[in-house]
């Protein structure tokens, strides 16, 4: 029943060329990564796209406050998602919170990602007392809810951009490096890796040119699910309080914000930027499933 | 299977020491409770003996000691809010967190576990792809924003349940607990169901794949092949194998419900150990962030402990083999 | 009637997003009481299938497309699935390759045996494990007492496959499937349970269909052989007809492919090139692509053609009257 699969076959041929054409074979990832594209693009050309300025208080007027979608403010600009207490324009105001959001996930799942990648790898190269200490650590690590840990650093460190990224970062690494170390361990055993030993190549030469970048399929993986999960934690905590500065408003606390008006009826300032942040969820997400079905070599059949 | 309890034990306790460190160093070190607990306008000599008093004077190793000591007789300072002792008042706290934890995790397995099966069985099915595109939504959906929603759509719009608080606990049997009434539900109903739905997504998840592995398996072809019914090959062969695995994951994520808990507490002000958190990081109530961080982190090596002992004890395979050593 | 089973025609096709498999294409064969039919073919060649086929147990997305399965004279296609659940396990048995993957590892071995009984026959529990006893005891496991307390994995795979088998004779069937039941053992226990199985047959007059890749199991087992290659039946008759003098260059081939002793010191032989893709087979014999004796005819449909009394080949250049390689 269980022949040789083909796939693995040609995916020694042409890998990325194979993902991409598998990827565009399902038409919800395809949705999910164009969505995502319109995402990455609004935040990184907020400051050009936005009707207004948000941060500029000269702009605002408090008259504005708390209007509905669609109506006109007193400089004639027409708020199409309603604006906030201060009188900002929602709609601008979710453009540059989603820059903060997406620029606060990325940044740090990218150096969770480093810092995993380096400690799974070093676990898994070395094995012996290196690989029990830190593997312990991650297990551990795991073991709590990550809000806990997170609401544990922001406790002792305080609170502001830095803190919130390496609650973010404490809370993800321990996942990279778990993956790098499975995939890291099966990696090793194979023939490369016993040829680039072979011909006496520096052990960091092995690690980071030949061994890392075999890693990294499974990496992707868990890095778009990590950036969406990191994304989400943020904005709970700025939710809570405990997150980002009022100065520069995420969408979690863009959505706070909005709170204590929704419950008489002005739902517009809580309702957009959750559904910015759920779009965005929902890509990531959309994505991230569809690179797991390919990469994973298990559900190959 | 005594040794690995013990061994299991020690671990946990081991893990415990080192959160004990961390949380102490964390709070009582990096900042200065002086500044916080003194008044602003204290002169210098009053902090000094305030200081002396508190024995922040002495060295590091020595204070961790006297807090160990403290802690271990239940003593984990004085909130200066409530001005009581910190564990007390997290540990009035405690029971609406738990209950509320409890109907999230009821939710869960009602609603989780059979449309995972659904789902599970019927994978190319209509009603199991959108079951499964509701589960990414779970996943997906920042649980304090469906919070929100769900007090917009059932508290402000329809006007169906009540949006915030707790009602009156009553003692029957033994039990306090606020489910006694008809008003209890409809309070726990909102922020109950907001902290399941996360958790019956990832159910949804691990039973459909639990099952159509299973299903997959001789075992269930054997099964049908002796001529048993359809119900007894999925109700006993196929559950009792991925049942081990689903208790372990909702053992080990009523660690996480505890945890969430602090977001659907705060909003929908339930008054549970979440929403004190919250309040005494904002407040610098120190005691209480220390009295709840290690409580928490305690719940969750004892969860994470009692859910191993729960597999080895699910799981012939892992129960003999251990017995057999 | 003699026949307890009369299969024609029997098509079974998987309507996968590839294509379509037609994994049994036009299969015909008929085992009488206490007969003993070997079905002999490599992996991939349709003959598990067809054994699925008999017991109604072919999953989607596979189905059984035509022909008829006649069951002491009852077409068995198209039948409701009660009607089949109702038959399986009790006039037909199933046994399976692996010994490892039959038996439900979280199910002890009285469970599994006494929900058998109870699929088929309205008796107590005591009683179904009375009979569960009497049925390890018959396959030769001993201490059947305490054996029934174990869970599978406590067996070795011999005597996984012996419970397995006792499974099978419960309800003393008419008809046995045997998919490959000593594939997974040692020779040494192959060998011992072939033997008791043989008795079995004999003494109890139920019909055994063996499916195998090993043509020595069959020699020594089987009354008739039926050899199949992807998806067809290409030669067929008594054991020995067969043997000893196959037509087909297919059957030639894997006769020859069998090390023995009188061929000591000679390279064994093989049959060239790999087997066909099912999803694209060409028309005509599925053979012809590695076969000596190809001409362009072969690429034309072949009909099944008795060559001698009572023994048939696909094929219009069989060995004839030749000694086999």
Known sequence: MSGPTPTVDAAAVSPWRLVVAEFFASPLAVFGLVLLVII?????????????????????????????????????????????????????????????????????????????MVMGMVAAFFGGWVDALIMRIVDIQLSFPAILIALVLIAVLGQGVDKVIIALITVQWAYYARTVRGTALVERRREYIEAATCLALSKPRILFGH??????????????????????????????????????????????????????????????????????IVAINLVGDQLRDILNPRLKK | ?????????????????????????????????????????????????????????????????????????????????????????????????????????????????????WAGLKPDSFSGKSIMA??????????????????????????WLPSTGRAEPETHFGITSSLWTAKGWSHVMLPSINLALGQIALVIRLTRAGVREAMLMDYVKFARAKGLSQRRVIGVHVMKNIMIPIVTVLGLELGSLIAFAVVTESIFAWPGMGKLIIDSINLLDRPIVVAYLLMTVFLVIFINFAVDVLYSVLDPRVRLKDAGA | MTETLVVERLQTHFFTKAGVVKAVDDVSFSVGRGKVLGLVGESGSGKSVTGFSILGLVDPPGRVVSGAIRFKGENLVGRSEDDWRR????????????????????????????EAVQAHEPVSKDVARQRARDALGQVGIPSPDERLRSYPHQFSGGMRQRVAIAIALLHKPDLIVADEPTTAL???????????????????????????????????????????????????GTVDAVLDHPLHPYTNGLLGSVPSRNKRGQPLQQIPGMTPSVLK????????????????????????????????ARCIHPHRDEVPA
């Open chain 2, 134 to 159: 509701g589960s990414i939504l779970g996943f997906s959906l920042p649980s304090f924003w469906v919070g929100l929603m769900l007090i917009m759509t059932f508290a402000v719009v329809l006007g």
């Open chain 1, 40 to 116: 990455v693009g609004v935040a990184v050309f907020a400051p050009w796209i936005s009707p207004q300025n948000p941060y500029d208080l000269a702009q605002l007027s408090i008259m504005d406050g708390r209007q509905p979608p669609g109506t006109e403010s007193l400089d004639g600009l027409t708020f199409w998602l309603g604006s906030d207490d201060q009188g900002r324009d929602m709609l601008s105001g979710i453009f540059y919170g989603l820059r903060i959001s997406l620029a606060v996930g990325v940044l740090s799942a990218i150096v969770a990602l480093a810092v995993g």
């Open chain 3, 186 to 236: 040692d020779v040494t226990i192959q060998g011992q349970i072939l033997a008791e199985v043989q008795t079995l047959a004999r003494t109890t007059g139920t019909s055994l269909i063996w499916i195998t890749h090993d043509l020595s199991v069959v020699a020594g087992l089987a009354d008739d052989i039926c050899v199949m290659y992807a998806g067809k039946v290409v030669e067929q």
């Open chain 3, 281 to 312: 087979l060409p028309p005509g014999c599925a053979f012809q692509a590695r076969c000596a004796r190809v001409s362009a005819a072969c690429a034309e449909p072949i009909a099944m053609q008795e060559f001698r009394p009572e023994q048939f």
């Open chain 2, 1 to 117: 299977m005594t040794v690995y309890l013990i061994r299991r034990l020690m671990q946990a306790m081991l893990v415990l020491a080192v959160m004990s460190v961390l949380v102490f160093l964390g709070v009582f070190a990096i900042g200065d409770p002086i500044e916080i607990l003194i008044a602003a306008d204290a002169t210098q000599r009053e902090k000094e003996e305030a200081r002396i008093a508190l024995g922040l004077d002495r060295p590091l190793i020595e204070q961790y000691w006297v807090f160990v000591q403290n802690a271990l007789q239940g003593d984990l300072g004085r909130s200066f809010v409530f001005n009581m002792s910190a564990l007390q008042v997290i540990l009035q706290r405690f029971p609406a967190t738990f209950e509320l934890a409890m109907v999230a995790m009821l939710w869960t397995v009602l609603f989780g576990i059979p449309l995972g099966l």
């Open chain 1, 211 to 280: 061994l890392m970048p075999n890693c990294l399929p499974p990496l992707i993986v868990v890095a778009t699910v990590q950036v969406a999960g990191a994304i989400a934690l943020e904005a709970t905590l700025s939710f809570l309080g405990l997150g980002l500065p009022i100065t520069e408003p995420s969408l979690g606390l863009l959505i706070a914000n909005g709170f204590q008006y929704l419950l008489s009826g002005r739902y517009w300032i809580s309702f957009f930027p959750g559904v910015a942040l759920l779009l965005t």
């Open chain 3, 87 to 114: 038959l399986r396990g009790a006039r037909i048995a199933m046994i399976f390759q692996d010994p490892m993957m039959t038996l439900n590892p979280v199910l002890r071995i009285d469970t599994q045996m006494i």
